[in-house]
T-cell receptor
Framework: EAQVTQNPRYLITVTGKKLTVTCSQN?????MSWYRQDPGLGLRQIYY???????DKGDVPEGYKVSRKEKRNFPLILESPSPNQTSLYFC???????????????FGDGTRLSIL | RKEVEQDPGPFNVPEGATVAFNCTYS??????FFWYRQDCRKEPKLLMS???SGNEDGRFTAQLNRASQYISLLIRDSKLSDSATYLC??????????????FGGGTRVLVKP
């Protein structure tokens, strides 16, 4: 089954404790992206990657890192999480380098992070 | 001003009625437009792309007005299962090797018996 898999689905942790949210897709998609969703602010892009070893900042990259060493994986790293990073996070992938036209983004199920 | 704006709603719709709502975008260089549907606490899913000439998919009709910089979604014969948040998504190229995909805050629709 074609899917985007995120782990963990839920995480409660403390300020400053490094964490990684994994994202993996089995559709051979080139484009992958991370979003956070907050009430009243909608979905905001954190980072995206158009291909292996190619990553770029989205609208809200501060406090996050990503890597794209393999096509299928795009982990999101919070080196020193803070309470303002408490949010619902989505990973997404798309077959094109530049999603547009008829290329939908496929989203993972989401990861709910709480930073205390 | 936000790049993509939507009325958050909720739009309370009697079952079987028609509902329509808009999404405005501020950047005239925007190239592609989409409507996504998101159920509570779940991932967004593509509902339909929006084409320049307007397009229809069953009970859903999308329109694009480039002059006034907005897109619209109309739902006919509303079903209870149409209750969801509808996200407007706008795409544009920002540089030779990059792009920007911006989501609106969503419009919540509640269909009631």
């Amino acid at each position: 089954e074609a899917q985007v898999t995120q782990n963990p689905r839920y995480l409660i942790t403390v300020t400053g404790k490094k964490l990684t949210v994994t994202c993996s897709q089995n559709m051979n998609h080139e484009y992958m992206s991370w979003y956070r969703q907050d009430p009243g602010l909608g979905l905001r892009q954190i980072y995206y990657s158009m291909n292996v070893e190619v990553t770029d900042k989205g609208d809200v990259p501060e406090g996050y890192k990503v890597s794209r060493k393999e096509k299928r994986n795009f982990p999101l790293i919070l080196e020193s999480p803070s309470p303002n990073q408490t949010s619902l996070y989505f990973c997404a992938s798309s077959p094109d380098r530049a999603p547009g036209g008829n290329q939908p983004q496929h989203f993972g199920d989401g990861t709910r992070l709480s930073i205390l | 001003r936000k790049e993509v704006e939507q009325d958050p709603g909720p739009f309370n719709v009697p079952e079987g009625a028609t509902v329509a709502f808009n999404c405005t975008y501020s950047n005239s260089a925007s190239q592609s437009f989409f409507w996504y549907r998101q159920d509570c606490r779940k991932e967004p899913k593509l509902l339909m792309s929006v084409y320049s000439s307007g397009n229809e998919d069953g009970r859903f009709t999308a329109q694009l007005n480039r002059a006034s910089q907005y897109i619209s979604l109309l739902i006919r014969d509303s079903k209870l299962s149409d209750s969801a948040t509808y996200l407007c998504v706008v795409f544009r190229v920002i540089k030779a090797a990059g792009n920007k995909l911006t989501f609106g805050g969503g419009t919540r629709v509640l269909v009631k018996p």
